[in-house]
């Protein structure tokens, strides 16, 4: 019971303030000519504790936005902070190790290492960081995300969702700062994508957990607690407590 108790103790303080900050952030590609603006001068803040989806027509800028903000891809000017680090200012290495120790992702192809059974999947990044597991942490996880009795299985031996699964506990497990998620359901049908948007909308509710979601999908949009729309490279709205209704109107409006 202790753990319980720290652990939403530590869940109310990581909902306070802003996971990730960023300012005057300008991506360009190519040059001359072909040079294509992918962030205009974009002024954004993520509330810690909460799972918010970036959304807009194809082309607006949701990837590069992710990309930067997750320390994948380089800016041409602006910072960007998460608690305190201004990302921009680190180098290669320094970056890789803030991806492994306080950045977690889920994408939409799950990205799991086939030879490896479930549960080492889900610890393979505290494994690579020569960390500790917390069993009573793993537990908690991957019985909230109804994994417990398919921990010794391999990728291939699990359906999409279940596959998906382990890579949203993989995501959890180091408690990281904030998770990326890149059209997570994309490979998903409707109703095994809902319930891991409803996973993930749980671990932000009753973990704390800072969620970054990118996606097109109106209706997976809906289950964040905000939405930010982009066009053009630049913010274009801001949406609280989406509903599908909402967000289809949003992106109408932005001629999406
Ligand atoms: P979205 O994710 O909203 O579809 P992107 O962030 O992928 O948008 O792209 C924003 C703009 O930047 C688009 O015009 C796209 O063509 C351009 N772009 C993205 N990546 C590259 C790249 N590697 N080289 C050149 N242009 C790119």
Known sequence: MTTLTNSSFEAENTRQGTAVSARGLNKNYGRGETAVAALRNVDIDFEAGRFTAIMGPSGSGKSTLMHCLAG???????????????????????????????????????????TLTAEQNITLPVALANGKVDRDWFNSVTLTLGLADRLSHR??????GQQQRVAVARALL??????????????LDSRVGAEVLGMLRRASQEMGQSIIMVTHDPIAASYADR????????????????TPE?????????GA
Request: aromatic content about 4%.
């Open 72 to 114: 994948l891809d380089s800016v041409d000017s602006g910072s960007i902070m998460l608690s305190g680090t201004d990302i921009t200012q680190l180098n290669d290495t320094q970056l890789t190790t803030l991806r492994r120790d306080r950045i977690g992702f889920i994408f939409q192809a799950f990205n799991l290492v086939p």
């Open 174 to 187: 180091t408690r990281p700062e904030v998770i990326f998620a890149d059209e997570p359901t994309g490979n």
């Open 227 to 242: 939405v930010v729309l982009l066009r053009d490279g630049l913010l274009a709205g801001d949406l609280n407590n989406p």
């Open 246 to 254: 909402t967000v289809i109107a949003s992106l109408t409006k932005l």
């Open 155 to 160: 990728p291939h031996e699990l359906s999409g």
